[in-house]
């Protein structure tokens, strides 16, 4: 006879839901902070792009929130109906937001990013829907990003815009 499936304990859930977001946010710094000073900083901008200093803080909640929501699902019953689902949803989206600050920032590319971060906000939205049907919480948490990441969108489609 086969045991069942246990959920990870808390410990092992946490580092599984940190470390592909600290991943994440990590592949996206390298790509990015070379390329703010010279590159981006010499791009027309839409209204409403923020100073710089406000990027830094907002992703830093946002990937917290990504990441306690992530551990959420982790923690259901791995028989729970949608988990596997919601989770490939999850790192999904997580390598496509990885993914947008090599082809807008690294590429130097603005409808790079726009090729990415588009079918991001798709999956995000997405993801929302799958992880509220598992847990609430969890998809209330990424609430913030979904509506960040349409922000970046707008930004980032002035940017493509505005610089041709």
Not at 45 to 62: E, H, R, S
Request: with cysteine.
């Amino acid at each position: 006879m086969i045991a069942p499936v246990k959920p990870a304990g808390p410990l092992t859930a946490a580092a599984m839901a940190a470390a592909p977001v600290v991943a994440a946010a990590a592949l996206g710094n390298l790509a990015t902070m070379p390329n703010i000073p010279g590159w981006y900083e010499g791009l027309a901008k839409p209204a409403l792009t923020p100073p710089n200093w406000v990027f830094g803080p907002a992703w830093t909640i946002l990937y917290i929130l990504m990441a306690f929501a992530f551990y959420r699902v982790l923690r259901l019953d791995p028989a729970t109906p949608g988990r596997r689902a919601a989770i490939t949803i999850f790192l999904a989206q997580l390598a496509l937001n990885a993914s947008w600050s090599f082809a807008f920032f690294a590429a130097h590319s603005p409808i790079g990013g726009l090729m990415v971060i588009v079918p991001m906000e798709a999956l995000i939205l997405y993801m929302i829907a799958q992880f509220w049907r598992l847990d609430r919480v969890a998809a209330c948490c990424l609430i913030p990003y979904a509506a960040w990441v349409a922000f970046a969108t707008y930004l980032n489609a002035g940017v493509w815009m505005l610089n041709p």
